[in-house]
C-alpha cells in the first residue's frame, strides 16, 4: 500500500507495525464473526429441519376418538415422543394432545375442561 500523507499508520511502500497489527485484529475479528454466524446459519438449519419433522409427525398422527381399538398409553406416548423433538414443555404437549381429540373423546373433553396439566393424563 502506498502512503497518502494523510494517515500515520502508513509509512513509504509498507504497512507499519501499528497498522499491521491492526489489519491482523480486524481480519481475526471478522473470521470470528464469520464462524459466529456459520454456527447460527446451522443451528437454524437444524432448528428447521426439526420443526419440518415436527409438523410432519404431528400431521400424520391419527386423531384420538376413544374407540376400542385405540390405545389412550399409545397415543400420549406418540405425542411425548413427537414433542421430545422440540423439547416441548407440558402445556405444548396438552395442546397437542388436545388437538388430536375426535369424536367420543372430544366429546369427553370438552365435558372435562377441568383437566389443566399433562401429569392429569
Known amino acids: 500500500l502506498r502512503s497518502t500523507g494523510n494517515d500515520p499508520e502508513f509509512t513509504g511502500d509498507l504497512l507499519t ?5 491492526t489489519v491482523k485484529r480486524l481480519t481475526l475479528e471478522s473470521l470470528n464473526h464469520t464462524t459466529e454466524q456459520i454456527q447460527t446459519m446451522s443451528h437454524t438449519a437444524q432448528d428447521s429441519a426439526m420443526m419440518i419433522c415436527y409438523r ?7 386423531r384420538f376418538n376413544g374407540g376400542e381399538e385405540q390405545k389412550i398409553l399409545q397415543f400420549i406416548k406418540n405425542i411425548e ?6 423439547e416441548a414443555n407440558d402445556n405444548i404437549l396438552y395442546c397437542m394432545c388436545t388437538a388430536k ?4 373423546a372430544k366429546c369427553w373433553y370438552e365435558n ?10
Open 17 to 21: 507495525k501499528t497498522s499491521e497489527r
Open 56 to 62: 410432519e409427525c404431528l400431521s400424520n398422527l391419527e
Open 81 to 86: 415422543r413427537i414433542g421430545k423433538m422440540i
Open 101 to 104: 381429540l375426535d369424536a367420543e
Open 112 to 121: 372435562n375442561m377441568s383437566l389443566t396439566q399433562w401429569e392429569g393424563l
